[in-house]
């Protein structure tokens, strides 16, 4: 299969009845974004979806975001992306830059009162994957090179820091087909003195399978999910995984936006 090489900006048509906040849905086209808000006055991860019209922000339990058979590619010969696994290896890769009938999954701190209230950052930790393979989560500097924000081969928990006020886009990839759980919470120091924690699973699914299986698999307790000050219970979830993923080509590079912050086991 040839590998990714990345294209213009798609624009994706939007629905004309998005499903309510309250129904499960699985995202496999479209621009969607990961973030903290305030809910009801509560520090709350949740996804906008911006394949919907008007946008709907949603609850994380409420989402699965699909890699179809369009994200399929195979490792390229580039070097730079030797460290991910063997030339030719079968892989599904959302993408940095948007790809047509392909998910294009962001993170953003751009609520309103997020922006107001939050000093200087949010960090985003990953506590555990579960899944069938190897995730991993990494940008193109300007100069094409990858650099890492997650990877689930390394020791847990993983650090990145957000900007407050910033909207980024990074490469989301899988080395083998199925449903992966992201245990991940989002902390900010407020500028009242306070601090706020959220913690919940993302769910991502890759490739072929009903992606709606994956409301069936929780790693954390959803039935009181954590959202106050001061921090989130759930456990670890500890991933092995075969180190073979990804690659999108060199021909646009991005920004990088993120101070990436990792902490080590």
Do not use: C
């Not at 500097?141 to 081969?153: E, H």
């Amino acid at each position: 299969m040839t590998p990714l090489f990345l294209l213009p900006l798609a624009i994706t048509s939007m629905a004309a009845a998005p499903a309510p906040p309250d129904a499960q849905v699985v995202i496999a086209d479209g621009h969607v974004d990961l973030g903290p808000r305030f809910v009801d006055g509560k520090w709350t991860i949740q996804l906008r979806d911006d394949t919907a019209d008007p946008v709907v922000w949603r609850p994380l339990e409420n989402v699965v975001v699909q890699a179809t058979g369009k994200a399929e590619l195979s490792v390229p010969a580039d070097p730079a992306y030797a460290f991910l696994g063997k030339t030719g290896q079968k892989i599904w890769v959302i993408p940095q830059v948007q790809q047509p009938g392909v998910v294009w999954p962001g993170w953003n701190t751009q609520d309103p009162e997020v922006a107001k209230r939050v000093d200087r950052e949010v960090t985003w930790k990953l506590n555990g994957v579960d899944g069938p393979g190897t995730f991993t989560l990494f940008l193109n500097s300007d100069f094409g090179k990858p650099a890492p924000v997650f990877d689930s081969r390394k020791p847990y928990p993983q650090e990145t820091g957000i900007d407050v006020n910033t909207h980024v886009h990074g490469n989301w990839t899988f080395s083998a087909a199925g449903t992966y759980l992201l245990d991940i919470t989002m902390t900010a120091n407020l500028t009242d003195g306070t601090t706020v924690t959220d913690r919940r699973p993302l769910r991502l699914h890759a490739g072929p399978g009903d992606a709606r299986d994956a409301f069936k698999t929780t790693t954390i307790d959803e039935q009181a999910p954590s959202s106050s000050a001061g921090g989130g219970r759930g456990r670890d979830v500890a991933v092995a995984g075969f180190a073979v993923l990804l690659a999108v080509g060199v021909g646009f590079a991005v920004r990088l936006l993120v101070r990436r912050k990792r902490a080590t086991a």
